[in-house]
């Protein structure tokens, strides 16, 4: 399981695993009190040319392992939800993908939205992909993965 907390990207790059990254209260799945340090994952974010040590926890009563990371990133996706946003708000205004970024991970991004759009919200969000990608959100759903 992941946890998103309110930390500094650039601050955990700088301190890599001397950053203190605050424990949880308990475990998400079993709510036990107790969890153990189970060391660090490496894990690559857009915004750094390097890897990021982000520290797990595991729960011995339930055996699961919760893994840290910033606020700000979908599960399993490097880019931030930010960076999505606006590479998807820009193709749909001007036409054109930003510059500096993969067209093709961008275009992977814009058709997952529309799947995911139009299974989980309907035709009539087709026209506003864009509120449609914040209702996703709201609603809890990752709006650009392929998996309905």
């Given at each position: 399981m992941i946890i998103s907390l309110p930390v500094s990207i650039k601050k955990i790059h700088r301190l890599g695993r001397d950053f203190p990254w605050p424990r949880p209260g308990s475990c998400p799945v079993c709510h036990s009190g107790r969890l153990w340090g189970h060391g660090f994952v490496l894990a690559y974010f857009d915004?750094?040319?390097?890897?990021?040590?982000?520290?797990?926890?595991?729960?011995?009563?339930?055996g699961s392992v919760h893994r840290l990371k910033p606020e700000?990133?979908?599960r399993r996706f490097q880019a931030s939800v930010s960076a999505i946003r606006g590479a998807i708000e820009r193709r749909l205004t001007t036409g054109r993908w930003p510059p500096g970024v993969c067209r093709v991970r961008?275009?992977?991004?814009?058709?997952?939205?529309?799947r995911q759009v139009m299974a989980r919200l309907g035709r009539s969000y087709m026209g506003r992909l864009l509120c449609g990608f914040d209702r996703l959100?709201?609603?809890?759903?990752?709006?650009?993965?392929?998996?309905l």
């Open positions: 915004d750094l040319p390097e890897g990021l040590w982000l520290r797990r926890y595991r729960c011995p009563l339930c700000g990133y979908f961008c275009a992977q991004w814009l058709k997952n939205l529309s959100i709201r609603l809890g759903a990752i709006p650009v993965t392929r998996s």
